[in-house]
């Protein structure tokens, strides 16, 4: 099946920095990529919807300017996290849409600590 | 507004026993249903999808899922469940399956527990 890369898998940094998470889709183009965020024993929260060479669409609650989302090509999405605070610290999951099916693939996750 | 529900958020069945891990949904026109799992701090992994056809849907390790559209369900189910299948269990509904809008609504995931 597809293979969508996600990393750093994990990652410890300190509150006020920025962090990038990259999603990468490995044998298929994504048009478009989708942004999760999972808190502990919680469900998979939509946060932003990202299509190759636009803007993002963030959903209701999503702070654009914390969260910033970039699609530069048909094979990677990154997601960066600026200012980071402990409440931003959580497992962030990125899927892609193949362009050809319109299936989802995830990725691993990318577990996120703020101290 | 599409909508997914879990009921349980934790199942407990015995090794070799039949499970079956509940959910419901709601949404406007056709809904295209997924099953996906989670092992601790992983991502998802794809068990089985409806879209069309046959309400009884086969996917990967032996799970299947029915739907139901009279009573908008879309029940996972294995005939012998085993100690490995225990995981977090994700139900998710689209309304616009391969479309530009096609996003996925997770329900709140059900814990699935198998002792041997």
């Known amino acids: 099946g597809a293979v969508v890369s996600q990393h750093p898998s994990r990652v410890i940094c300190k509150s006020g920095t920025s962090v990038k998470i990259e999603c990468r889709s490995l044998?298929?183009?994504?048009?478009?990529m989708f942004w999760y965020r999972q808190f502990p024993k919680q469900s998979l929260m939509l946060m932003a919807t990202?299509?190759?060479?636009?803007?993002?669409?963030?959903e209701q609650g999503v702070e654009k300017d914390k969260f910033l989302i970039n699609h530069a090509s048909l094979t990677l999405s990154t997601l960066t996290v600026t200012s980071a605070h402990p409440e931003d610290s959580s497992f962030y999951i990125c899927?892609?849409?193949?362009?050809?099916?319109?299936?989802?693939?995830f990725g691993e996750g990318s577990r996120l600590t703020v101290l | 507004a599409q909508s997914v529900a879990q009921p349980e958020d934790q199942v407990n069945v015995a090794e070799g026993n039949p499970l079956t891990v509940k959910c419901t949904y709601s949404?406007?026109?056709?809904?295209?249903l997924f099953w996906y799992v989670q092992y601790p701090n992983r991502g998802l992994q794809f068990l089985l999808k409806?879209?069309?056809?046959?309400?009884l849907v086969k996917g990967s390790y032996g799970f299947e899922a029915e739907f139901n559209k009279s009573q908008t369900s879309f029940h996972l189910k294995k005939p012998s469940a085993l100690v490995s299948d225990s995981a977090l269990y994700f139900c998710?509904?689209?309304?616009?399956?391969?479309?530009?809008?096609?996003?996925?609504?997770f329900g709140t995931g059900t814990l699935l527990a198998v002792q041997p």
């Open positions: 899927s892609g849409r193949a362009s050809n099916t319109g299936e989802l693939f």
């Open positions: 949404v406007s026109g056709n809904p295209y």
């Open positions: 998710a509904v689209s309304s616009n399956y391969g479309g530009a809008t096609n996003k996925l609504i």
């Open positions: 044998d298929f183009q994504a048009t478009t």
């Open positions: 990202s299509n190759e060479g636009s803007k993002a669409t963030y």
């Open positions: 409806y879209i069309t056809g046959d309400n």
